[in-house]
């Protein structure tokens, strides 16, 4: 079955037409690498957008690597002049990014979309979408930013990754990449174009929303290897997952410092 995609874009992203540069590349070995060598090499335009229909090195958080099948997912980088974003404030653009992603994807109908902290994007519990966001600074603040997107779409196989899916899988429809391309990138930029204007607790607010299991008892690992049961509560300012023991003490966690089990 074909999913009509540009009905339901009209309904909600009735300009999906990018007014920005496109970079379009066979191959490459990644478009975050890519984009943050061109913006050592030249002065790049306020906003550019690269898409690659094959990453060799795509990169994922921590040392992870990014996988995608040609042609039946996205991979993509959006690059973002920042203006007067203070250091401190870094995962403002993460969590614009996700909810972006986020947005586009409950417009689409994809079912049961979360948030999982601290950028995975979620459908009925598994990863259909991820993000590496790059920054640049300059003293104590960010001057450029690098959103870069995984997005499964119409992939159906994932080697060895039971908690991959894809909008296709979780919706039963096929769609149109290119548009889903657009639909995404344009939300990306409006939202990172908003940050003048934006206010950081309403954005948290907004986000904290979308947590994957926010206010459930969880399972979680510490590096060490110990497991204990918690309460996501919410995120700190600084991005740092808030987590609710048992007996009631809260502890912050960092990206590295913690894993979630479910
Ligand atoms: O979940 C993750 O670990 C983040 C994955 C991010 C993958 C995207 S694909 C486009 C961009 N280029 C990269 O090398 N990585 C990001």
Redesign the pocket.
Known sequence: MTFLFLDTLKKGYSTNILHVKIIKLNAI??????LKQLNKEVLLEDEVVVC?KH?R??????T?M?Y?KVGES????VFKRVYSLPADQQFLLVMLTALAVKDVLNSLEVPAVAIKWP??ILSRSK?L????IENTLQQAAITTCIS????NVNQTGFDNLPMATSMRISTGKKFDVEAVFHAVANEVLNRLRSIPETDFQVIKQEYEAALFRKNKVSTFQRPCGTHFNGIITGIAASGALLVEHENGAMEQFQMKEIKLLY
Request: aromatic fraction near 10%; charged fraction near 15%; hydrophobic fraction near 30%.
């Open positions: 070995d990644s478009t975050n690498t890519y690659a990453q090195a795509g990169r994922g958080q921590r992870a990014w995608s996205l991979t993509f980088s950028n995975d990863k979408c991820g993000v590496l870069g997107i995984g997005l």
